[in-house]
């Protein structure tokens, strides 16, 4: 049995959660709102947020565990990637524990967690069987993982530009609709119709790309709206409805060939972006076209949280893979 605190600071999500062997027993996430003014976020208010939030975060999520700092086997923090002040806030919180309670520290990398965060066992659900394919999107990254065992994942894809979540939120910033745009975009998609075409790149193997959709997107934009200025306000939803559709059917047509070319059929999706409606309910319904078993983590595990951390640390745990504490965070993958 271990009990593991971890803390995840990557971004502008402050996060602490309390693991016993793979049951989570508390997972706090608070977002900073501070960014919501600025249209992104902003790294050095990011980290001032982080060192307001992180004392109260940690000391909630013991509470809510019913644990004290005494009863851990570890303390583990994201090491990359991220924003590198805000990193230095989580790995320093994390240090200064194991140090003083003289406890193993962990090092997790935050793309690789994503996709554990679906071997989190909860109560009737179930969990992928080894190897098995991940679709990892998120703000920074798109990614197809194999995942062989835990402690060993394999990129076999990933995007050549933009990443999935970029790709919704500058869209969504293109419409005029407030940061972070990816769930904005998905609320009005559910209202709408994907009634207009945008391309498809036509990429080789199992790599995507982004930047041609939102070059369409802009011109798309600056056209209709010559002939009228009020296009977008009227049309929102079906312009979000087919935005998102193609995004989808991008990611997912990658994904298919993926399956194929590796004849894995036990497959994830992780990351922020899975947390889209759509984008689930389209994964779930090509997977029983083909035979997958398909899983997707509960949402408060999709978008950045500390629970995905925690379940990466109980595996290195198990491995005795430890940190040492010149452990340096990473703004690039370690
Ligand atoms: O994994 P994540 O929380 O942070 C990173 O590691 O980047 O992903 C954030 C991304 C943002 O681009 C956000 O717009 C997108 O995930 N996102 C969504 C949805 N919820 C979050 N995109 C589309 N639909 C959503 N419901
Ligand atoms: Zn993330």
Known sequence: MSLILAIESSCDETAAAVIRDRHILSNVIRSQQIHKMYGGVVPELASRAHLEAIVPVV?????????????MDAFAFTQSPGLIGSLIVGAGFAKSLALSLEKPLIAVQHMKAHVLANLIRKEGSKNPDFPFLCLTVSGGHTQIVICHDPLNLEIIGQTLDDAAGEAFDKAAKMLGLPYPGGPLIDKHAALGKPVYEFPEPHIEGLNFSFSGLK????????????????????????????????????????????????????????????????????????????????????????????????????????????????????????
């Open 215 to 334: 070059t369409a997107i802009l011109y798309f934009i600056r056209d209709h709206q010559k002939e009228d200025p009020e296009f977008i306000s009227k049309n929102i939803d079906n312009i979000c409805a087919s935005v998102q559709q193609r995004i989808i059917s991008i990611l997912l047509k990658k994904l298919k060939r993926a399956s194929k070319q590796t004849g894995i059929k036990d497959i994830c999706i992780a990351g922020g972006v899975s947390a889209n409606k759509g984008l689930r309910r389209e994964f779930e319904k090509v997977g029983k076209e083909l035979g997958w078993r398909t899983f997707i983590p509960p949402f408060e595990y999709c978008t950045d949280n500390a629970a995905m951390i925690a379940i990466t640390a109980h595996y290195k745990f198990q491995a005795k893979q430890f940190a040492t504490m010149e452990a340096v965070p990473s703004a690039k993958v370690h």
């Open 59 to 71: 000391h909630e999520s013991l509470e809510t565990a019913g644990c004290k700092l005494q009863d």
